[in-house]
C-alpha cells in the first residue's frame, strides 16, 4: 500500500475515519478524501437508484 492516506466512512458512528481503525463491516470505503467519505452514503442511494432505473428500463424492453 502506498503512503496515501485513505478515508472511511463508519456507518454505525456516522463519522469519518482516517485510516482503517474499524471493523470492516462497518465501513465504506476507501476513499481518497474526507469530502468523498462524508458523502458516502449519498454516494451509494445515488448509484442505486441509477442501477434500479437501469433495471426497470432492461425489463420494459
Do not use: I
Not at 485513505?6 to 469530502?35: C, D, F, I, K, Q
Not at 448509484?47 to 434500479?52: F, K, L, Q
Request: charge should be negative.
Amino acid at each position: 500500500m502506498g503512503t496515501e492516506e485513505e478515508y472511511w466512512y463508519n456507518t454505525e458512528t456516522g463519522e469519518v475515519e482516517e485510516g482503517r481503525r474499524s471493523s470492516w463491516t462497518h465501513l465504506m470505503g476507501p476513499y481518497g478524501t474526507r469530502a468523498e467519505a462524508q458523502q458516502a452514503l449519498e454516494s451509494a442511494r445515488s448509484r442505486s437508484e441509477s442501477w434500479d432505473q437501469d433495471d426497470e428500463e432492461w425489463r420494459n424492453k
